[in-house]
C-alpha cells in the first residue's frame, strides 16, 4: 500500500538539509533550528507508520521510475516494514537527540550551516539506505552516508590530519562497496531480481548454484565489514574522532556503523545460504571484536576509548549474525544506539566543559564540577557494561545465550569456546570504561581552568538518552524479539531469571568493573605491577595492534609502487610515444608539402589540371 508520510520521512531531511545551509547564510543561528524540526518531521512520520503496521504488514512508496530498459524495470522505491521500522527509529529519535544536541555544541563555529546541511544529509541518506526496497536503492543510501561521512570527519579540513581521516573513511568504504557490487551482479545474474523482498524468497533463493551463494554471501560481508568497520577495515572508525563530536555519536551510535548489521539482516536469506559464510563472519567478529577491546584499554584519549569500544560492540552484533541471530543483533544495535550516543555525547560536554581538552590524563574530579554529564556518563558505562537492569545487559546477555545454541555445522563443536572468549571481551569492556570513568570523574582534577557544566541545550539530550541507557533493554526485551518474528529467524526470548539471574548474568561486567576500580582506586601501586609483568601485551596494545602499519607494508606500499610503476609506463610508451608518433608523421607530410611547393608557376598549374583530373575521375561516371 502505498502512503505518502513514507515519502515525507526521506523528503524533510534532504528539504532541511538545502534550508538549513541557504537560510543558515543569513541567520546561522536557524540552521540548527530547521535542521531539528526537519529531522522531527521525519520522525513523526515513522512513529505514525510504526503505529500502521499492526493493521498491515507493510507500507511502500515510489519515489520516481528510475532505471527502465529492455524488461527490466527498477523505480525508485522505499519500502517500510518492522524491520526497517526499528532502524527509522532509532536514525530518526537518536538523530533528532544528537541535533539538538549541536545546537549548543557548534554555538560558536562559524560554519554551522554546512554543518547542519551535512547532518541532514546523512540522516536523509540513512533513511533511504534502511527503507530502499531494492539492492540498487540501497546502495544509494550506502554512498550517500559514505560520501557525508568523509564531509562531516574532514569538516575542519584546513586541519591536515583531519582531512586525511575523512578521505581514510571514504576509501576504506569504497573497498567495501566492491562487494555490495560483486553481490548485487551475482544475485541479478541467479535470481533475475534485485528486490530485496524478492530475495528473501527460499524459492528465488533456490536458483542462486552452491558456488555463487556462497561468493555472494561473502560479497555481502564484505560490503558490511567496510561500513561497520570489522578487520581488516576497521582502523578507519577511531580517525573518525576527527569530526566534531556530534559527528562520532552520529556515526557511531545512530546510522552508518550500523548499516553493516541491518545489510546482513536485510539479506539473512543470501547470507545464510552456505553455512561456511555465518561461520566465517562469526570468527571475524570474534577477533574485530578482542582486537578492539584491547586497544581500548590502552587509550588516554577519551574518544578513541569510546571509538574502539564501537568496533568492539559491532564485534557483538556480528557475532549474533554469525549464528543466525539477527533479530539479536539488532536488539543490540537499539540499546547501543542509547548508550554509545549517550557516552559520546557525554564526552562531547566534557571535551566542552574542559576547554578542547581530550586526554582523560589531564581530567579528573568532574564529578564535582560537572555532575549531570557525571550521572549520564555513569548510566552508559553501566549499561555497555552489561549490568542488569540496565540497557546492554539484556541485549548482551541475549548474544552470548545465543552463541551456545548455534545450529551451524562448522560452529557447533566451538561453542564453548566461542562463549568463553565472548565473555571475556565483556569482561575487558567492563574494564575498560571503568577506567575512563575514573579517569574522567573521580579523584582530582588534573587539567588547566575550571571545568563547568554544558548548557541545557547539550545536557537535556544527554540525559534523556541516560534514561533510556537505564530502562530502554528493560522495555524493549519482552517485545522485541516477538515483534520481528516475521521477517527475521525467530529467537526465544531471554527470560531474566529472577534477582539470582540477574547477579549471575551481570558477573562479568561486575568483574571488570572491581578489577579497575582495585587497579586505579583501591591499590594503584598494583597497576605498575601488573604493566611491568604484561609489557609486552601493553606495548601492542598501545600500538594499536598495528594494523595501520601491516596494512601499510602489505597493501598500500605496494599499490602505490605499482601504481607509479603503471604511470610511467603509460606516460612512455602512451603519453610520449603518441606524441613522437604524431610529430613524425606531422613531419613527414610537411617534407612531401615542401617539395610540391617549389615556387614556379609551371608546377603550380601541373598540380591543379592533375587534381581536377583526379575529380572528374573519380566523381564522373564511367560511360
Request: hydrophobic share 55%; aromatic share 10%.
Amino acid at each position: 500500500m502505498e502512503d505518502i508520510r513514507l515519502a515525507l520521512i526521506v523528503i524533510a531531511p534532504l528539504i532541511g538539509a538545502v534550508a538549513s545551509y541557504v537560510f543558515g547564510r543569513v541567520a546561522p543561528k536557524l540552521s540548527g533550528g530547521i535542521a531539528s524540526a526537519a529531522v522531527a518531521v521525519s520522525l513523526f512520520n515513522v512513529v505514525s507508520l510504526w503505529q500502521g503496521l499492526g493493521a498491515q504488514e507493510s507500507f511502500s512508496f515510489i519515489l520516481s521510475s528510475w532505471l527502465s530498459f529492455a524488461d527490466v524495470q527498477l523505480p525508485l522505491e522505499i519500502y517500510f516494514d518492522k524491520l526497517s521500522a526499528v532502524m527509522c527509529l532509532v536514525v530518526t529519535g537518536v538523530g533528532l537527540l544528537i541535533h539538538l544536541y549541536s545546537i549548543g555544541y557548534m554555538a560558536e563555529d562559524e560554519s554551522r550551516p554546512r554543518f547542519f546541511a551535512y547532518l541532514n544529509l546523512f540522516i536523509a541518506s540513512m533513511l533511504i539506505l534502511v527503507l530502499g526496497k531494492s539492492l540498487p536503492v540501497i546502495f544509494i543510501g550506502w554512498e550517500g552516508v559514505g560520501l557525508c561521512s568523509y564531509l562531516l570527519i574532514g569538516f575542519w579540513y584546513t586541519n591536515p590530519d583531519f582531512a586525511s581521516a575523512g578521505r581514510k573513511a571514504f576509501v576504506m568504504n569504497r573497498i567495501g562497496d566492491l562487494g555490495f557490487i560483486v553481490a548485487m551482479a551475482i544475485l541479478y545474474h541467479a535470481c533475475g531480481t534485485l528486490d530485496v523482498i524478492a530475495l528473501s524468497n527460499p524459492k528465488i533463493l533456490a536458483r542462486i548454484p552452491s558456488d555463487l551463494g556462497y561468493i555472494a554471501g561473502i560479497a555481502l560481508f564484505l560490503a558490511a565489514t567496510g561500513k561497520s568497520a570489522q578487520l581488516p577495515l576497521f582502523t578507519w572508525l577511531p580517525d573518525a574522532m576527527a569530526g566534531p563530536t556530534p559527528v562520532s555519536a552520529l556515526i557511531h551510535a545512530a546510522t552508518m556503523v550500523t548499516a553493516g548489521i541491518y545489510l546482513m539482516a536485510r539479506m539473512f536469506g543470501v547470507v545464510g545460504l552456505d553455512p561456511l559464510v555465518p561461520a566465517i563472519i562469526l570468527w571475524t567478529a570474534l577477533a574485530t571484536s578482542a582486537v578492539a577491546a584491547l586497544i581500548a584499554i590502552s587509550q588516554n584519549d577519551i574518544k578513541k576509548v569510546l571509538a574502539y569500544s564501537t568496533v568492539s560492540q559491532l564485534g557483538f552484533m556480528f557475532l549474533a549474525v554469525g549464528v543466525g541471530a539477527y533479530s539479536v543483533a539488532l536488539f543490540h544495535v537499539v540499546t547501543h544506539a542509547f548508550f554509545k550516543a549517550c557516552l559520546f555525547m557525554s564526552a562531547g560536554s566534557v571535551i566542552h566543559g574542559c576547554h578542547h581538552e581530550q586526554d582523560m590524563r589531564r581530567m579528573g574530579g568532574l564529578a564535582r564540577s560537572m555532575p549531570l554529564t557525571c550521572l549520564s556518563y555513569g548510566a552508559a558505562t553501566l549499561a555497555i557494561a552489561g549490568i542488569a537492569p540496565f540497557a546492554g545487559y539484556f541485549s548482551k546477555h541475549a548474544i552470548l545465550e545465543s552463541l551456545a545454541h548455534t545450529p551451524n555445522i562448522y560452529l557447533h563443536s566451538f561453542s564453548g569456546v566461542i562463549g568463553l572468549a565472548a565473555t571475556a571481551i565483556a569482561i575487558c569492556t567492563a574494564f575498560y570504561m571503568t577506567r575512563s570513568f575514573i579517569l574522567t570523574f573521580m579523584g582530582s582534577y588534573r587539567g588547566e581552568g575550571h571545568p563547568h557544566e554544558a548548557p541545557m541545550i547539550m545536557t537535556a539530550p544527554v540525559l534523556l538518552l541516560a534514561a533510556l541507557s537505564v530502562a530502554g533493554g528493560l522495555v524493549l526485551n519482552p517485545v522485541f524479539f516477538h515483534y520481528l518474528e516475521g521477517p527475521l529467524p525467530p529467537v526465544q526470548e531471554h527470560a531474566s531469571g529472577g534477582v539470582i539471574g540477574f547477579i549471575f548474568g551481570s558477573a562479568p561486567g561486575l568483574f571488570g568493573i572491581l578489577a579497575a576500580y582495585t587497579l586505579f582506586v583501591l591499590v594503584p601501586t598494583l597497576k605498575d605491577q601488573v604493566r611491568k609483568v604484561l609489557w609486552i601485551g601493553e606495548k601492542i596494545s598501545a600500538g594499536k595492534f598495528f594494523v595501520d602499519e601491516i596494512l601499510e607494508v602489505t597493501v598500500i606500499a605496494p599499490v602505490r609502487a605499482l601504481s607509479v610503476v603503471v604511470t610511467q609506463v603509460l606516460d612512455r610508451s602512451v603519453s610520449l610515444g603518441s606524441g613522437e608518433a604524431i610529430g613524425g608523421i606531422s613531419r613527414a607530410v610537411g617534407e612531401l608539402t615542401c617539395r610540391a611547393t617549389t615556387g614556379q608557376v609551371s608546377t603550380y598549374v601541373l598540380w591543379i589540371f592533375a587534381s581536377a583530373a583526379l575529380l572528374l575521375y573519380v566523381f564522373l561516371p564511367v560511360r
